[in-house]
Structures are given as C-alpha cells and as structure tokens.
C-alpha cells in the first residue's frame, strides 16, 4: 500500500487526491495547503486524513512513500527537489518546471535518488490518445502530413504566465507522446488583452525534420469550448474531438492521390479524391487520472520509469521556451 | 438590360452565368471557353446563348455590355485589361490578380475608360457576413480582440498556386469587409506534401496597429469540412459557422472582466467571467452570388463604386503577396 | 431516346423536368400547368421546350413516350388512368393515389395497357437507404427491434390532407423497400392547430407480425428540421440523419445482451451492455431523382418493372389509410 | 442542522447522499442498505457516516430527523409509511408509488403526521426547466400547440417495469411542473424484446382538453443517447436539449400565420411562415440535486408544501397508470 501525500489543494489537486483515497494499492496519506479554508474542505472530504499548513512538515511525515506536487508552477522546482531529498517519489503537475535547466536538475536528483518522477500529462493516459497512438504506431495513417490543434474555451486565467504554457502544454504532451517525430523549429505569435503582459491568445506552428507540420491554437478567451484535434495522413486521417461523449476518435479513409502522368507539362498534376468508410473505435473511457494514478504506484512498485517521465516533460518544457522565445519575435523561427 | 458575357466555364463560370440568366435587369449574352466540351454544356443548359471558343470574339461582341473574369488567375490581369479597353464592365473573380502591380493596373484601367471593376469577394454579398458588418460598425462587440477563421475540407486543389491564394483569399476579403482596422505585419507558415512546390496546408497570423489579432487556417487536405470564425471582443463574441443550415451567426454575451484591486501585488489580476445569453439573428438566406450580380448590374446602371470593387481587391492581393514573403522565412514576421 | 412529359410545374415537378432534361437517353419533351406564370418559367429554363396549359393536349403529342403526373394526390387516379390509356408510361408521385381503389385501378391499368408505372419513391432511390436495405437484408443487424423515424420542420404545409399524407409517405415507402415485414395493425395520433380539419402533427405506431414495433413522428410545424431515423437490432443499430452532409448512416456495434442465470428467481434478469466501434460507410450521393428517373428510361428500355413501382405505392396508400382510421379514434388500434 | 437518512445506497441513493453530505444546514445522519459492500462504499466516502443494514435501525434512530427513500418502486410504499410513522420527513424518488392508492395513502399519512413529503422529479429543479416554465407562465409562446420529448439511450434497464415508469416519469413530472394544463387521455404504445413480459421502448400521447397534444418516446436499446424536447406555440418554439453543454434552451421566432382571404373557397388556407431569431436565455447551471436537497431543508424548517410535493407525485403515477392500460389495448385511448 503507497501512502500519498497532497502538496496543493486548489484546482487540480482535489482530484488527485480523490483518484488515489479511491485506489486499489494507495491511499491519501495527508494534503498540504497555504490555505486553512482549503484544508477545511479537505476534513469534509477526506475525514481520517491529516492535513498539513506547511508542505515541510507532510515531507517529513514517515509514513509518506509519495507525493504529488500540484503547486503553481514556479514552485514545482523546488517542492519536488525537496520530496526527492525527504525520499518521497513524486508526481509533478505539468509543466514539470518552469524552465530547462530546473527540469533537468530535477531528473538528476530523481536519478541520484531511485526515486519515481512521473509528470501528469494526463491526456497521455486517456483511451482516446492511447488509440491515436496506436493507430499512429501501426503506420494506418501511411506518411504523416499534419497535426493540429484547437484547444479554446473561456478562462481559466491562470495568473503569470502565457496561455501556452497553461493549455499547449497539454497537445505538445499529446504529440510527444503519439508522434513519431519531434520539432525543430517553432514560428508562434499571440496576444495579451489584459495589460498583464501575458498572452490570452496564441498560434503556434512546430515544423520537423521531415514534411511533417504541426499546429496549435490555444485560447482563454473563446465564446465556445472547443477541444478538436485533426491529424492527416496519406492514407487515412483522424479527427479527435475531446468533447464528444463517446466517438471521441474518428478515422476517415479519405484523401488525396496525386500523379504526373502529363510528361509534357511537369507542373500539371493530376489529383483524384478518395472519400471511404469512417470509422470510430471504441475507446476505454476510465478516467485518465485514475489509470495515471495507478501507473505511478505501479512505476513505484516496479522501481519501472513512467510513461510520462522526466524525459517527457523535459521535452515539453523545451518546446516551451522555443515558443516563448518565437513570440517575442513576432512569430520569428525558432530552433528548439 | 445589361447583356454579360462569361469568359471562362469551368468550376465558377457555371454558377454567374446561372444567376445572369435569371436576373432581373441583366441577360447572359455570351459564353467563351477554351473548351468544345464546356461550351455543348452551355449549349445544353443556356439554348438560346451565344458561344465563343475566343474570348476576344466575345470582346468584339458589340452587344454585351459587360464580362465576368472567370478564368485561372494568372490570366485574370491580360483579360480584364483587354475586357476595359473593348468597353467592357468587368466583375473579375478572386483574387483579382496574381500581383499587386497588376491589380493597380487594372484599378487604373478601369478608371480611365470609367468602366464599373467588380471583385468576386462573394462572401461579403451573404446575409451572415452583412449582419456581422453591422454588429461590427455598431461598435456592440467593445473593443476587438481577435478574430479567428479556420476554413479546411478534401479538395479541391488549385493548380499552380498555394492554398493562401485559393481559400485564406475569402477570409481576407471578409475581414477587409467587416473589420474597421488593415493588417500591417503578418506571420505565415505552411507546408506541401505532393512535390508541386505548393503548400496545402497553411497558417496565417495578421498583426494590426491596435492589439487586434487575426488568423487564418487553410487546408485542402482535411478530413471534414469546417467553415468557421470566431471573433471576440470585449463586450460581446461572435461564431459564424458558414455550415450551419440557418443560425449561420451566434452572438455571445460572454467575456472577462478585469481588474487589479490588489495594490500590494501589481501581477495579481482579478478575473471574473461574464456568461449570459446567446442569440441568434435572423439572416437573409438569399443566394450570394445573385445578390452580387444585382449589385453589378445596379452599379453598372448608376456608374457606381461596387462594394467590393479594385480598392478592395487590391487590398486583398497585397496581404497575399505579404503572407507569401512571410512563408518563406517559415513564419518571419512581414510588414503588409 | 425517351422524351418524357411533365404534367404539374408546381413545387416537385420543376425537379423531374430537369432531371429528364440532362439524362442519357431521355429529353423533356413538354410540360403542362393550369398557370401561365408556371409556363413562362418553364420557358425560361428550357427554351426549346413545349409547354400546355391543358395536359390533354400533351397526352394528345405523340412525340411523348411517358408523362410524370406532379399535379395534385387528389388528381393523380384520374391523371394517370387518362396517360395510361394514351398509351404513355406513368412516373406518379407519392403518395400514387387518394384511396387504395383507385391505387389498385391504376395498377391494373398499367398493367392491361403494358406500360411500366413508376410510383417517385425518391428516398429509395438515395445512397443511404440503398446501404440501410443492404445491411438489413444481410442480417447484420440480427432480429430486428425496432425503426423510429423523425420527419419535422417548419412548413410546407399542404392544403387539403393530413402531414401523414405528405410526410409519413417517405418513411412508409422507405420501410416498405427496406423491411423484410410489413406492417399489421397501426395506432396513430395527431392534432390540427389551424381549424382546417387537417392535423399538421401525427404520431404513428406500427405494429408487425413478429415483435419489431415501428414509430413515425412527422409534423411542419417545428422550430427546426429534422429527419433522422433509428433502427434497432439485437446485433448492431443504425442511425440514420439524412441531414449529415456525407456521414448519414451510422452503425453501431451497441446492444444489450440479456441472460436468466439465477434460477431461484425467474423475474430477474441478468443485463449487460455492449458498446463496440461505430461505422460509416461510404455513401454513393448521387441526386436520388437523377437516379430514378435513369431507372424509369431503363423500365421503359427493358419494359421492366420498378423497384417501387404500383405494387409499393398500394402498400403505402393502404397503411395511410388504416393510419387515417386510427386516427379518428384517437389511437385505437386498427388493422392495415 | 437537519439530519438526513439516506434508504437505499444503489444507483441514485449515493448522489443523494453526496448533496446531503456537503449541504449548508444539512447533513448526513446516516445510511442503510441490504447490501454489505454498498455500505462499505459509504464508510470509505463518508468515513463518519452511520450504516445500517436494516432500515428500521435507521428509522429509530431519534437524532435523523428525515429520510431519503431510494429503494426499488415497489418498497416506496411502505418505506415511506414506515418513516412518516417514525416521525421523519420525507424524499422519495420517483415514481412516488406503484400505484395511486398508494400515493394518496402516502400523501394522507404525511398530512396527518405534519411531515414534509417531497418527491424527487429532479428535473424541476433544473436551470433549464425553471426557465421553460417561466417562458410558458409569461405567455410568450402564445397558444400551446405540442410537447414532444424524446428520452432514449442505451440502458439502465430496470427490472420489473416498463420503460415508461422509470423514463417518462421525467417527463411527465416536467410536463406537470410547466405546463398550465393536465392530459385528459392517453394513447400508448411500445414494445418488449426480451421475454421479461416489459416494454423496454414505448411511445406515449397524451391529449389535453384543448387542442395542445403531447408525446413521449422513451427507449432504453437506442444506439445515441437523446434529450430534446420541443414545444411548440403559435408565437414562438421552444427546442430543450439536455445535452448541450450550456445552450439547452433555445427560443426561436418561428411560426405560420394562416388566413383565409379567399371566400370562394373555404377549403384554402393562405399560410405563411415566420422565421425570426433564435435565443439561448443564459441558465442557472446549479446542480439539480443540490436545489433539490437544499429545497427539501428549507421545506422542513418552514414546515412549507414542496415544489414537487405528494399532489404533482401522485398526478404523474395516475397518468402512468393511464399509460399502461392504453399499451395493454394497443394504443386504445384511455381516460387518466
């Protein structure tokens, strides 16, 4: 049985917290947070489960094997340095840092260790984005042509920081996950509305090494929720639209065949359209944090690295940076 | 009755000389194709109609009073150029020219042998992109934050030129209609899949003087069809989903309200979210085009300035010319 | 070549004229209407074609090989006894006739003269319904549960009959293509808002032999259109939205699988749930009317008999009488 | 504080017991069920929480001062007159009862003891319903003219009744809560697939003493879960869908205008269609159960008659009982 601790209550935390008080194998062994109105909520929801105002003194709590770091992001850094110090294992919100450099020094100190990192890229364990893969991995789609992303709703306005590190966070775990390749290069622009020196709204294209292009669109400010994910290939072509209640992922036997059979005019080409069946696996529909939750005690029994680990998290940090680095440049190409 | 001439049946062709054969006020005088095939179409739809496999016999034509442009773009300046100096009103489909030199040229052509220029920018004839003018200029959206255009299916490839030239040129029509502000720098990023040199696929940022941003997201290569935009502003948003059978336009009485109270933390932003009612407005369903062709011939009998005349198209071909500059530096930002 | 004759240029007959005007191996050879508005249409979009004010006279023209009768239900017994006995071939649209006796005249005199009686059935002419009468008579969908249709929208009202007479028809006709079984008793419902003694609203359950149950919702007085049909088997079920631009049949690998395991207690069931994959397939989307109208040419060609032909529009007409019946009984069941 | 026993922890009892748990001026006094492991599920989610395994336990608890009653239909009875006797107030799910003498014996022993008797039509306390019943008290749809609902997914089953008892008791409950009259008869229909002797898909009219008709479909086999429900009036229509995530009222200007101007035939109806804006009122997206159990609390501490009291409980279960007599004669019409 892992014991879990709970460093941050506010958004996100609770449910983690729920998933492991509810998990074969774990249990909820304490929550920490600044707040003594969110540890009040804790005691109703949670009523055996000890609440600490100090995340400190949850770390030195023996009977703790883990924690969750679910703070704001500049404190991720610090926090899990000092689980990993305490001998805790530890599952980090995303992004994993706020930087580069804090990413790797906290994979070296998970090393140094023998200790768990798994950071929460919770798309990553969903049914849909496990078939996407899968269907990527089977070389149905043929040659991968694009990925893109609209990922818009209104709010949440997280303070401090850009809208890409809030939302795009989540589709650049996505590719890193389902994607045989990675970026290059970024071209990002976007704006900010508020005076806050931070964007609300922002477009970000990832070229790589081959044809592939990638394209996300992230949005705090949308008049409608909107979570479609469309992926082409030369063979078949996905749609993955997050807010269907059941068809999540659609597979289209549609697209383009392309000969020169005019010897004469080399730039006449010659197209026919493929329209076929679609089709719409069934997908696993267990809550994603649940099967992540499991996956961590699971990694932590086997001493096993996580699906999404530091190297993972790492990556997306680094994308990131490229991004942000791009914006200021008014969408000037970027190297990642 | 103002007698039009059609040069050009292909794709387009077919459908203005449709809604000439029907108008009130104006008659299909004369087809011209390169094609015997097309033209026994004619034949066969149009009986009475007059066909020419010379559009410069058509020119000669002393009985038509005005021409439709329906031919590939690099043909569109020599045409229209030919089409004024025979006498001819010209309405000329989009985009007018395949350079902004040529567009001037033709603006000045048409001015000097004070003949009506007419621009194909078929969309602003809509009912739906009329009704979001008015909201605009109403000023009842508060102050623009972005606006936002996705317009992807299967097909059809243009030959010869990228897909900003086939697709983004109806966004850029629109916003040149509804939009108070001109863009003045763009990013723009793309890629091609089948060795034509042609990008298929493409994404558009457009930067204006205030903190509005647009974008634009092409592609022939889509799985499923979408036509969709959404704009925001301060006090009101709007979705115009083209495809929608009768609420083409939804205004949403949405948005975020900030403030800082907190004087002791400059970064801390109170964000509250403003989620009323939706409404839909009834739109005038009537056939684009034959508001269009009305609109040709009105301004032909009152020797009037079309709505979407050379000014408008030559807007239109220098944002194109910008953004093609931009794609070639993958994204490099370029001033209009 | 068939030169085929239309009689009635009113809502639907428009429609089949032009069909008949661009098929292979058929020509309009004339229309006839009681307007002489209707006529100079007809004038303008077929100008070479013979327009009567009396459709004697066409019957008369012994150019014409074949009439449609698009005129009014209540003319369509005497219309097409009148064509038949000029020796013409009879496309009728739906329903065939006002009274299954005079369904069953028109048959036998059709049959007596030789000539191929068509009734415009036009939904079993679509790629859809084609597909839907392939996976039933394949047995895909195992026993056969239940079809659920709704058929509603905002007008068009039509003067002098029930919604049941205009709308419930195309379902009829479709079930009656579709179906391995036909209908034995019905119960229907409705009401009428306008004082015209007709209802624009009705529900209609049928029952057959064996457990499926059908159910047909048909009204024109709804805020929005809809026309989506649901058919459940004990193997797959299928969802069919005639609005959907290309995806309209859908089929879902989804049932209930039902087992009596606990002896004790004979009132218990053991349900469990199966929810596999959905698929759509392909669909031809050729204009139905173009295809039966190539359908009627080739009868006549081969003095074949139609796939819905005089024998299904007797079928339908006598459901719409039981249903007719029900209905002044406010459900009671009554037998077809 | 009120405390509240929960009877019946199985499918709905835990939501009802989770609003109880978290209520202001509330609380969770306690929970049985027959089943050992359901309240082992309590004591991990409501680690304070009493359980009983008999019912009575609970019952003479003296610190519970009202109950919810969770049970299967059948036990509603006598749980109910059990509790009342004990001197609790009283929530009992819907139906009230299997029967309406056993409503009225309910609703009369709960008027003798001086206790608060509320039945969960959980619906009414929805944003979206509330709001449909204002729309329809203001009169803005103008004369009535159609209710039609369409409740269909795939399971629950449950055992031991038809479909119309456990899913179009939300209607009906809806109905009776906006509507400004009351179904005079019924004409029902439906249909059993698995030997059980219950229909697991119905289809139910409903008249009323004026010309406004209503229908119900419920089906528990659907391949696609549906909500919607349209009402229709002479000045505006309603369309209701439950699973839109927030537009689930939408009111459309639409309509036809008849006249009959024509004097020389009675039988022609001049008919015109009104298609004006459509308006999705911003709703009260509070869940349900928590107005519900907040309103049964306040009931019980201003000794006030509930919303959806024993009077709107027993007039649902006399209009099911109507419902299945008509199914037994095949949609015969039946009084209520």
Redesign the interface.
């Known amino acids: 049985m892992i014991s879990v601790g709970v460093i941050g209550y506010g958004y996100w935390g609770p449910n983690l917290a729920r998933n492991f008080?509810?998990l074969e194998g774990g249990e909820l062994g304490g929550v920490s947070d600044v707040s003594e109105d969110r540890l009040a909520l804790v005691k109703?929801r949670?009523?055996?489960c000890k609440t600490f105002s100090d995340y400190r003194r949850l770390l030195e709590d023996p009977s703790i094997d883990a924690v969750v770091v679910a703070t704001p992001v500049p404190t991720h850094h610090p926090v899990t340095m000092a689980a990993l110090a305490a001998g805790k294992h530890v599952l980090v919100t995303k992004p994993m840092a706020g930087s580069s450099e804090q990413a790797e020094a906290m994979i070296a100190e998970a090393e140094r260790c023998g200790k768990v990192l798994l950071v929460d890229h919770t798309f990553c364990y969903t049914g849909a984005v496990r078939c996407i893969r899968e269907l990527l991995q089977s070389g149905a789609l043929g040659?991968l042509?694009?990925y893109?992303s609209?990922r818009?709703n209104?709010?949440l306005?997280q303070?401090?920081v850009d809208v890409v590190w809030d939302l795009a966070v989540h589709d650049l775990s996505i590719m890193n996950y389902v994607l045989p390749f990675r970026p290059v290069?970024v071209?990002a622009?976007?704006?900010?509305?508020?005076?806050?020196g931070h964007d609300n709204?922002s477009?970000v294209?990832l070229?790589f090494e081959n044809?592939?292009?990638a394209?996300l669109?992230v949005?705090?400010?949308?008049?409608?929720?909107v979570r479609r994910t469309?992926i082409?290939g030369?063979k078949k072509?996905?749609?993955y639209d997050d807010?269907e209640?059941?068809?999540k992922v659609?597979v289209?036997?549609?697209?383009?065949d392309?000969s020169r059979s005019d010897k004469e005019n080399l730039?006449?080409?010659l197209?026919s359209?493929r329209?076929?069946?679609?089709?719409?696996?069934?997908l696993d529909l267990t809550e994603a944090l649940r099967t992540e939750c499991q996956h961590f005690v699971d990694c932590i029994g086997r001493r096993a690295t996580p699906i999404t680990g530091g190297a993972a998290g790492l990556e997306v940090v680094r994308v990131l940076e490229a991004v942000s680095r791009?914006m200021r440049?008014?969408?000037?190409?970027t190297k990642t």
Chains 1, 2, 3, 4 share one sequence.
Do not use: C, Q
């Not at 440049?329 to 190409?333: A, I, Q, T, V």
């Open positions: 008080a509810e109703r949670h009523p055996g040659e042509y694009y893109d609209v818009v209104l709010g306005f303070h401090g290069e071209s622009t976007g704006a900010g509305h508020f005076g806050s709204i477009y294209t070229f044809n592939l292009i394209h669109h949005n705090w400010m949308a008049p409608v929720k469309l082409g030369s072509m996905i749609v807010l209640p059941s068809e659609k289209y036997d549609r697209g383009v392309v730039y006449r080409m197209v359209y329209t076929g069946d679609m089709w719409a696996p069934h791009s440049e008014r969408g000037g190409p």
